[in-house]
């Protein structure tokens, strides 16, 4: 390296040398002004020097460069030369050892591969078996639910028979007794009526007496009905299985009478509400305020819901219970605009949830209950509270019955007492003649007893005797 090193040194400091140099002449150019030609011309010179030199230089760096290359790659064979002598030993053994590896490798590939022949036909096996137990139990289970089900026809066909025969039995005792009550009242009406109309009498006055106390209770727990009702539509704590679930609290606590289905409640619209309450008007024209009951059930918001409280997934019940929520608002805010027009109905509708568990979920969101209620005026009901409402309003119904039915009472006592009056002018004329009769049957008597006095000097003929001769008589 040290013919490489002594160029590269000459050059920098020629270089260093003519870069001083050149400074100079500019430093003395700048302060001093021109020089004469002379020491111009000198200053030629030299850099031309310097520049062959430089070229000189340059040209030996390149053949110093080009000779270590060549040195470098003669160097590089002679290594991969003593590599291969050194590696050719070792070739044969590892040829052998890739055959055997090769070899090997094949046989336990082949007996894997066997194996997992023959698991395919094990497996095949047990899933032929498995078919043929799964036929057999499915014509087992046929056979044990046809005859379950004969058994239970045979059950049912006894028991219709067992009940026919008792309601046969219960309605012939009935009509029994019926009769024998029948004949009971008919014995004894004409001699205790007078007694029992008059404890009839005492009896209802004593009830009336009772119903005009017992309205002003009734009207003070109609006060306390709509407090309670009150308090059941400002909650602030918290298709069909719907309808079916309302239909029969509907029709368990309620009369026919006191409810509708499928009716419209809003004026010039064609929107039919589930159920809907009959309500007395404030008009004493006869047309009643319509109170709308809907029945909703999100399940598959309500399913999701659960699912992912199951899975504690808290973000996906999170989703489910927002989701929940805006179908229940969705549903209240549809009810408001579709089935609300007071004073045709009243001022609220009712959206019944049929499952206590969707309700106390309704429950859990904060505000949705009063928001609801303030913004549709829809209140949200679970099948707990509709039935204590429900009760609520039958109760206020009896109590309106009681008002109106007592006027009716009255009228039917008082026709009652008419037709007594009348029935006691009938006995009157009834005693007169039997007293009429009972004076001819005493005039009778005497005429007898006359008649008998003038026989009694009479011989009597024997009864024979006395037959045989009516009986002539009769026939002549």
Known sequence: MMPLENPLLIAAVIGGFFVLTLIAAAIAARWFGPRPPSLTDAFTALRETLQEQQQRHDRLLREELAQARTEAQALAALQRQELAAHMAPFQPQFAAQQESLRRVLGERLEAL???????????????????????????????????????????????????????????????????????????????????????????????????????????????????????????????????????????????????????????????????????????????????????????????????????????????????????????????????LAPPHTTDFAILFVPVEGLYAEVLRRPGLLEDVQRQHRVTITGPTNLLAFLNSLQMGFRTLALEQRSSEVWQVLGAVKTEFGKFGDVLDKVRKKLDEASNQIDATGVRTRAINRKLRDVQALPASDAEQLINSDDDD
């Open 113 to 339: 591969a066997n194996e997992l022949r023959a698991q395919n036909q094990h497996l095949a096996q047990h899933q032929q078996q498995a078919n043929e137990h799964a036929r057999q139990n499915r014509e087992e289970l046929a056979r044990a639910l046809a005859q379950f089900g004969a058994q239970q026809l045979q059950q049912a066909t006894a028991l219709r028979s067992t009940l026919d025969e008792a309601l046969k039995t219960l309605r012939q005792e009935n009509s029994d007794k019926l009769e024998q009550m029948r004949q009971t009242v008919d014995e004894k009406l004409h001699a205790t009526l007078e007694q029992r109309l008059g404890d009839s009498f005492k009896h209802v006055s004593e009830r009336l007496e009772q119903v005009h106390k017992g309205l002003g209770e009734m009207q003070t727990l109609a006060s306390g009905v709509g407090d309670l009702k009150r308090v059941l539509t400002n909650v602030k704590s918290r298709g069909i299985f719907g309808e079916t679930q309302l239909a029969a609290l509907l029709e368990q606590m309620l009369t026919p009478e006191q409810y509708a289905t499928n009716i419209i409640t809003k004026p010039d619209s064609n929107d039919r509400v589930e159920f809907a309450l009959r309500l007395p008007g404030r008009e004493n024209n006869g047309d009643p305020v319509w109170l709308p009951i809907d029945a909703k059930f999100p399940r598959e918001d309500y399913e999701r819901l659960l699912d992912a409280q199951e899975q504690a997934d808290t973000q996906a019940a999170n989703a489910a219970a927002a989701a929940l929520e805006r179908r229940i608002r969705d549903d209240a805010k549809t009810i408001a605009s579709k089935y």
